[in-house]
């Protein structure tokens, strides 16, 4: 599996629905939804740093 992909495995949107079927809802919610949206991810590695995305 390639590094995109690797960070490509959490499904965001699969993950809210289950955050909503434990009643976790209203602002906790959209807090949770807006942290996680247009976040970019980059990796460390022996004082390299990758691109993000």
Avoid: E, M
């Avoid at 955050?19 to 919610?29: A, C, D, E, T, V």
Wanted: with cysteine; aromatic share 16%.
């Amino acid at each position: 599996i390639g590094v995109l992909k690797t960070f490509d495995s959490v499904q965001y949107k699969i993950l809210l629905s289950k955050l909503l079927r434990y009643k976790i809802r209203g602002n906790p919610h959209r807090w949770f939804a807006n942290f996680i949206s247009g976040r970019q991810q980059s990796v460390i590695f022996n004082d390299c740093t990758s691109n993000g995305y």
